[in-house]
């Protein structure tokens, strides 16, 4: 994730853990704007957006090669064949 230019989340509270743990863990330098990374600033900004729940419902626990064409939200909590990124 660090390689890329932007990173998102769904709320304030998941992207200022990101920032901390990259702080902790990496031992990079970081500020409220992103991480700093390979003399790069890595931006970490959030988007709420809808989720249309019923479409994740359907698709949920179906084939991998549907689940990527159709949509990229994976649940840890009911479906055994992913992990939550």
Do not use: W
């Amino acid at each position: 994730m660090l390689h890329s230019n932007l990173v998102g989340f769904q709320t304030d509270t998941y992207a200022r853990h990101f920032i901390s743990t990259c702080s902790r863990i990496l031992g990079v330098e970081t500020d409220v704007n992103g991480v700093e990374f390979n003399n790069g600033l890595v931006v970490v900004k959030t988007f709420p957006i809808g989720v249309d729940l019923q479409r994740v419902q359907r698709y949920r626990c179906v084939s991998p090669t549907i689940l990527n064409e159709h949509i990229n939200i994976t649940s840890q909590d009911h479906c055994p064949h992913y992990r939550a990124i």
